[in-house]
């Protein structure tokens, strides 16, 4: 009795699917994908410590959307998500581009579990998880891109995730409205790991209620 209140609880409270997911998706199948994907969110993120009480009412608007609409930037190729969370960007990433490799950098056990169970769920075959912080990451310069989103400031992101990504690859990190004066604030540190053509672009304006900042950069060393 009381788990089905609960249910019919969350779903009231869940925000309904905004129409221009399926365009932003691109196909049935990975709508689906999405849709199975933030209810799962919504039925066990508060408890799981994965989201917070108040994001329910917008969480296709402020985390799913906001997500998916940066898919369009990264290369074909292996990309790192650092902090990876609840899957946000990741999982939703991992949705949007089945073109690309997405390596899911996440060190909190519960949510490593998370993340696991969600790619099982999905049957997203173009994910791996690799359970540590971004400064135990073994492989080297490797990754095409390496992307973060709420995770911390561009100047202390800049030396956890710039030594993941090759000469030539991409940051691309989803941010708030700061995000130039996060580049302002990081020049020291732009200069340090190599990052050239740092510049913010405004993502989905017109097509989503809430529109996504993309900080950019590329890796050049010398």
Do not use: C, Y
């Not at 409270?13 to 933030?38: C, H, I, K, M």
């Not at 709420?150 to 990504?165: G, H, K, M, N, W």
């Not at 995000?179 to 993502?203: C, G, H, W």
Request: glycine share 8%.
């Amino acid at each position: 009795m009381a788990d089905g209140r609960v249910s019919r609880e969350t779903t009231a409270a869940v925000e309904a699917e905004p129409a221009v997911a399926a365009t932003l998706f691109g196909n049935a199948s990975a709508v689906d994908q999405a849709r199975r994907f933030t209810r799962a969110l919504a039925e066990q993120g508060e408890e799981r410590g994965l989201i917070g009480p108040l994001e329910l009412p917008r969480l296709w608007t402020r985390h799913v959307l906001n997500s998916v609409i940066a898919a369009p930037l990264f290369p074909v190729g292996r990309v790192g998500d650092v902090g990876s969370g609840a899957g946000l960007p990741g999982i939703v990433l991992a949705i949007a581009r089945p073109d690309v490799q997405w390596v899911l950098i996440e060190p909190m056990e519960r949510r490593v579990a998370w993340l696991s169970e969600q790619v099982d769920a999905l049957g997203l075959s173009n994910v791996e998880i690799v359970r540590a912080r971004a400064e135990e990451w073994s492989e080297g310069a490797v990754l095409d891109a390496v992307t973060a989103r709420a995770v911390s400031a561009l100047r202390t992101l800049l030396p956890l995730t710039a030594p993941l990504v090759r000469n030539g690859g991409e940051l691309i990190f989803l941010k708030g409205q700061n995000a130039q004066a996060e580049i302002d604030a990081a020049a020291k540190q732009l200069r340090t790991f190599n990052v050239v053509d740092t510049r913010v672009e405004l993502l989905g304006e017109g097509v989503v209620a809430e529109p996504t900042r993309a900080l950019r950069g590329r890796i050049a060393r010398r």
